[in-house]
């Protein structure tokens, strides 16, 4: 007979190591900080740091066991890759904290795990039926439509000269939200639930004219209002890194449904076209694209020109090989450490050896996202793990280039490992998608197992039935 | 030993810790794929085979090759549209052209709205015709043949 569901060993195996990553964090904390180290960096009292590493470790063993009950067979290796990228980003927020006189900073990123991993389980109970999300697509585009709105009217009533990544942030202080976050969710499960009824015809292409097959309108139509809804986000509110991540993300879900090679030719072609057009237009992206192109020319600090892209470089650069160990560095001289710049802060205190590990298990997250995509049987399931895996791969090249001086620098939070409240939750939220995805398909596969077996077992009972039909 | 080394020893640890993890979830990744049944492209488990058509002629057909071996299922669709069981994608090929069918111990190639009808040993296909080994199906500009 076919094995049934056993207790997530794997999982709890796995979560170890974020376990021991925490603990030896905070040693290392307790010896380094009870004394200030230099004359910028302030102490922190072993207590302060103790709250957060056992407040994280008891709500991964938490996660885990409520997964025990409410998906047995999901995915046992996305919660210990989660937690071990957030408990990087709750380790720096603590150590960060303090240099930057928000003592509690360490604290405040506890709770906001908390609050994700207790969405994220909510979202895999909640999606037991994962039919309701695919059957309207339209409820999704209104409420991506809402969320847009929304984010405009906000961004309006704002002065047009706020830096953009504030701009996108509703309320204030611990209620503060960004709708952008939730947006990038919508739109994955509406183009999926649309894509899953409309993939053949646009795979086939409607009018030819000679070898050129045009897409078909009617159909293309709805992606494209919805995408444009979405990228006016970025000329609403300046924010260079959300339009390449909603365009990235639908490229990626056009072309796995489609299997069609000329919508993505056409679509990088449009990008391009469409960048040109913005950097002549508008001013904001000149100065990005001139901030990052003349770093080293004129360090400007009124102003934040390239003194925040050239700190941030010499934080890598201090790291060296292996990095000058956790709470011995002073990564706070770059500007936004906790949040945009958090991978060079991480960077100088653990070296290239920790940025390569860091880089390493994002890699294994979308490579984890893409086999639930490749073992999924049906369409809008994979649609849906390749849309949501998308959204870490494109966060985490787009500010890991930024912050490297390989693009112009935006303000996408690193997965998990950015200080910030609303990009942990809608995180942790995609992770809980991507369980239940995982969990429907392995049950699946094990039902056709066992039907499979059966039919087997029949068939070698009774040879002679076979014989006489 | 002073807080220097024991730090130093702390530093070391917690990379090794980290790429510890990546070596544990690559195992357990190794392990799953292992054990896993093989799984062809698109996901979907291939069901009983009852048989093959051999590629002898692709036409314009670009997602296949020339002495390719494809599945016949109990039930199978040849057609350009990617939800086919055999996708050709020839322009001369309908969106779905023509069914082969297991019934009585026996395929069948039906016809499923071909606008140019495939033909079995030349033969139009309009009704069902049974088919015998080494038979050749043409369908729009591709040429298959029936083998065990």
Known sequence: MIKRTRYRWTELWLLLMPALFLLIG???????????????????????????????????????????????????????????????????????????????????????????????????????????????????????????????????????????????TIGSGALSFQPSELLKICLVVFFASYLTDNREVLALGGTRLGPIVFPPVRQLGPLLVMLGLALLIFVGVHELGLAILIFGLFLAMLYTSTNRLSYVVSGLIAFAGFSYIFYQVFSYARVRVDIVAHAFDNINIATNQGFQIVQGLIAFGTGGLFGVGLGLGDPTFVPASTTDYIAASFAEEFGFAGLLALIGLFMLLVYRGMMIAARSSETFNQLMAIGLTSIFALQTLVILAGNLKLLPLTGVPLPFVAYGGSSLVANFIIIGLLLRLSQSDNLRRQREELKQEKQDLKRAASPTQQLGS | MDSFEFLLILRIALVVILYLAILQIVVVARRELRQAPAFVAGGTRPQSVVGHLLVLDKGSATNIRIGQRLDIEPITTIGRAPTNTIVLDSKYVSVVHVRIIYRDRTLWVEDAGATNKAKLEGQDVVQPIPVRPDNILQVGDVRLRFTL
């Open chain 1, 26 to 168: 905070l040693v290392a904390l307790a010896v380094v900080k009870t004394q200030p180290v230099t004359i910028d960096q302030k102490s922190l009292p072993w207590q302060d740091a103790l709250t957060p590493v056992l407040g994280l470790i008891g709500a991964l063993v938490g996660a885990h066991i409520v997964l025990n009950i409410i998906a047995p067979d999901a995915d046992q290796t996305l919660l210990p890759i989660a937690g071990l990228l957030s408990s990087i980003g709750v380790l720096e927020a603590t150590r960060l904290g303090p240099d930057l006189g928000q003592q509690s900073l360490g604290a405040k990123q506890l709770v906001y795990v908390i609050i994700g991993l207790v969405l994220c389980v909510a979202t895999v109970w909640a999606t037991q039926q994962l039919r309701w999300l695919q059957r309207y697509p339209y409820i999704w585009a209104a409420v991506g439509i809402a969320l847009v709105g929304v984010t405009l009217a906000h961004a309006h009533s704002l002065s047009t000269d706020a830096p953009g990544r504030d701009v996108l």
